[in-house]
């Protein structure tokens, strides 16, 4: 169907003291949001996600600040966002909702989650692919926003630690903004155990397995890339998918 306005030129022509000029129809901006909607591979699970359904908590009213002045002064950001956090405290959130308030702005975006590009990479490798590696990685590094979900969730490897680091520091030196999210902290929290409702240190004695560090899991030289290239937002609280999600299902 023809847009009524233009007839599908994208341009519409007005006239001003007698002068013809053109501007853009509104077609022309909804026909490219639509495009670069469906290019950012944001998941169905995800395409909720907004800044207007995020409900911020004292652990993550910064990040939610933070996320907010991203989107408000871009393209003038020199560096992107590690989300970093326990699961279900939001960081997958406000990484989509940041996508989506940027695609309203004409900026191309893509998401992966990190196992899954890795996959999708290796699957290539197969003689029965019709995919080339840069048929994957091309739009990695093309993108303006490139948000790289669940990082450090596969572990390492040094065929994982070479392609990650051929992927950041490709986007790093073209000086294209990439936003990750991680569970993985950079420090082990100190050991603690709750009692009467308050959080008291474990006895030194006590086992308890150590869960390891973003830096144990991507490689030390992928961490310091990632202090240059992104500013570190961490996020805390209660795994929102256990409290709200669980009391919500009706059977």
């Known amino acids: 169907m023809k847009c009524e306005k233009c007839a599908d030129t994208t341009w519409i022509i007005f006239e001003k003291d007698g002068v013809s000029y053109a501007k853009r129809c509104d077609c022309y901006f909804k026909n490219k949001f639509e495009t670069l909607k469906d290019s950012a591979q944001i998941p169905e699970r995800y395409s ?11 652990g993550t009213e ?26 279900g405290v939001g960081k997958t959130h406000l990484a989509v909702a940041i996508m989506k308030e940027l695609l309203k702005k004409g900026v ?10 890795l996959q999708k ?6 003689p029965d692919s019709s995919e080339e590696e840069i048929d994957i990685l091309g739009p990695v590094f093309d993108a303006e926003l490139f948000v790289l979900d669940e990082l450090g969730s596969k572990r390492s490897s040094p065929w994982v630690e070479e392609i990650l680091f051929y992927i950041i520091n490709s986007r790093y030196n073209s ?23 308050f959080l008291q240190d474990f006895n030194e004695e006590e086992p308890l397995l150590k869960e390891p560090t973003l830096e144990e899991r991507i490689g030390k030289r992928l961490r310091s890339r990632l202090y240059e290239m992104c500013k570190t937002v961490r996020m805390s609280g209660e795994d929102f998918r256990k409290k709200i999600k669980q009391g ?4």
Do not use: W
Request: hydrophobic share 35%; aromatic share 18%; with cysteine.
């Open 48 to 58: 909720h996600c907004s800044f207007s359904n995020f409900e911020p908590t004292r």
């Open 62 to 87: 910064d990040a939610f600040k933070i996320s907010k002045k991203f989107v408000e002064v871009f393209p003038d950001v020199e560096v992107g966002l590690l989300f970093m956090g326990p699961p």
């Open 108 to 117: 191309s975006c893509l998401f992966y989650d990190f196992r899954d590009l």
């Open 121 to 126: 990479i290796q699957s290539t490798f197969s």
């Open 175 to 197: 000086k294209k903004l990439t936003i990750f999210t991680t569970n993985f902290l950079d420090e082990v929290p100190k050991k603690k155990k709750e009692a009467h409702g």
């Open 248 to 251: 919500s299902y009706r059977f």
